[in-house]
């Protein structure tokens, strides 16, 4: 399994972006943290399975119950912060690409 | 599936490697740098001066969804057909200072070329920020998203 590539994919998704988002602050419980969203439970909890399978969760354990934090650490690696650059790039260059092939048909032309 | 666009950025650095193949030839490749209304269509900014020699300038405006008006600038120090471009990148009214970009076109073969940018920025952090730009605005995205759920709810 790629780590690095899923961490990627991780990020790519607005709801688990939002979920990083909320845990940035301060650590929480699954219950607290689906509060804040509209999607039903399960799917929450599926969201943090996957962030906390690429390490940009940590669960702890306090009492009874099971907090979530972020795993700055994983985060700060800069890999993850650059894919939505490259990404944009990626975007530009491939408009480049078409335009200038539409463009080579017309000189034919 | 390799991706064809490729960063390169080493931890610490103030500088970073953009490289891309394209199925163009290195003709097409350049001149979509070069050409005004090229640049406008696949950059999606307007083009208010682009001089594409020694010692020339440019100067972009692209407009937000708000109808906000954000300009470029710069001044292209080196200029070789087909080989590359050497340009000053200044995003006017922003905290970022001056970037400076080598862009070297390659031929790959009669069909196929390669573009690498070499970006050097004032400092690492510069660099680092400029990298989070479309990350923190993914981030602000989803913020704005949960922000207009919870307002829903109340």
């Not at chain 1, 509209?38 to 390490?55: F, G, M, N, Y």
Request: aromatic content about 8%; proline content about 3%.
């Amino acid at each position: 399994m790629n780590l690095r590539r899923d961490a990627f994919q991780a990020i790519a998704d607005p709801t688990r972006r939002a979920i990083l988002l909320l845990v940035a602050s301060q650590a929480m419980t699954a219950g607290a943290i689906a509060s804040n969203f509209d999607t039903a439970r399960p799917t929450v909890s599926k969201h943090l399975q996957i962030l906390t399978e690429c390490d940009l969760l940590k669960q702890e354990q306090n009492g009874r119950e099971m907090y979530y934090h972020l795993n700055a650490g994983k985060m700060k690696e800069i890999a993850e912060f650059i894919e939505p650059f490259r990404q944009m790039w990626d975007e530009r260059f491939n408009k480049l690409e078409s335009i200038m092939k539409d463009y080579q048909l017309k000189q034919k032309e | 599936m390799e991706q064809k666009t490729k960063i390169h950025a080493e931890e610490g650095r103030q500088e970073l490697l953009i490289t891309r193949q394209f199925d163009l030839p290195i003709d097409l490749l350049f001149k979509a740098y070069t050409e005004a209304e090229l640049v406008e269509q696949w950059m999606g900014t307007k083009v208010l001066k682009l001089e594409s020699n020694k010692h020339g300038a440019y100067q972009f405006e692209t407009s937000d969804p708000k109808g906000n008006k954000h300009g470029f600038n710069g001044v292209i120090h080196e200029f070789e057909l087909n080989r590359k471009i050497t340009r000053t990148f200044e995003m006017e009214n922003t905290p970022f200072a001056v970037q400076l970009e080598y862009l070297d076109f390659e031929a790959l073969s009669d069909s196929t070329s390669k573009l690498t940018m070499h970006v050097v920025y004032k400092s690492a952090a510069i660099r680092d920020q400029i990298l989070q730009l479309p990350f923190a605005q993914g981030i602000n995205m989803a913020h704005n998203r949960l922000e207009s759920i919870l307002s829903k709810k109340s």
